[in-house]
């Protein structure tokens, strides 16, 4: 950690910004290979076989970008945390949201989740495929994406979720949406809290693509309470935006 440290604020400010444009446009191609696999393979599949080979698919792509982020000495992610809930079948994990990255390091951790995606990606031909194969929760409609998550989570899947609704604006939390919680009592599955720290503004809500933030960008992972799916509808949402917003430590914000 200390030899990537002292390599990333080394750099000369141009070869940082080329070296973390490099690593976009690197998990750019990646993506769209894989998308190019999973558009072939969807038709052939049987659903099951499908939904496990999309979904251990993204997270060994997401995991490969970690690793070579981590060895470039411009990225850094410790989602130790997440290692106890990686095989656990029937689970919610719900987390904060300060930066685009949230969702490619819950996912490289959890093979077995899905996500939550808008109808409109799933239907481009370019980012769609494999979210189709993944069998991720279009949200188009919300009774047929809650539908939808909870035949997965009964039938052992996991699921992620940024309750915000959107990256975070207002510290330390925005205002949950109680989607997660309804899914939760209707497959009858716990939800767990996820802290996602960062001492980096970078894609943050604001913070354009092509914008170098200091380095080196920090992100790391830790595992909050568990609750129950038990509770009455209002109570729990209340609760997890409660322990969400006392746990969450506030990000730098971006700045136009």
């Known amino acids: 950690m200390r030899t990537e440290r002292l390599v990333s604020r080394h ?8 070296m973390l444009q490099c690593l976009l446009l690197g998990l750019g191609a990646m993506s769209l290979g894989w998308n190019a696999i999973a558009l072939l393979l969807y038709p052939v599949l049987p659903r099951p076989q499908g939904l496990r080979l999309g979904r251990a698919g993204i ?3 997401y995991r490969i970008f970690w690793a070579v982020a981590r060895a470039s000495g411009l990225l850094r992610m410790d989602a130790q945390a997440l290692k106890p809930l990686a095989d656990e079948r029937g689970l919610i994990v719900v987390a904060n949201h300060p930066s685009l990255l949230d969702a490619l390091m819950l996912v ?6 899905a996500c939550v995606m808008k109808a409109s990606l799933m239907r481009n031909p370019f980012l769609g495929p494999g979210a189709r194969l993944a069998r991720y929760i279009r949200n188009d409609s919300p009774r047929q994406m809650v539908r939808l998550a909870v035949e997965d989570l009964r039938a052992g899947g996991q699921l992620v979720m940024f309750p915000e609704g959107t990256r975070t604006t207002r510290a330390p939390i925005n205002p949950l949406q109680p989607g997660f919680a309804l899914i939760a ?7 767990q809290v996820v802290f996602i720290d960062t001492t980096s503004p970078y894609l943050a809500k604001g ?11 920090e992100f790391s992972v830790r595992l909050g309470r568990r609750f129950e799916a038990g509770a009455h509808l209002p109570t729990l949402v209340d609760e997890v935006e409660r322990h969400l917003g006392a746990g969450a430590r506030p990000a730098p914000r971006a700045r136009p």
């Open 11 to 18: 750099l000369p400010v141009p070869l940082a910004w080329l």
């Open 108 to 113: 490289a951790q959890l093979p077995r989740s």
């Open 207 to 217: 913070w354009p693509l092509w914008r170098l933030p200091p380095l080196p960008i």
């Open 59 to 61: 997270a060994r792509g």
């Open 185 to 191: 009592r209707r497959a009858g599955v716990p939800v």
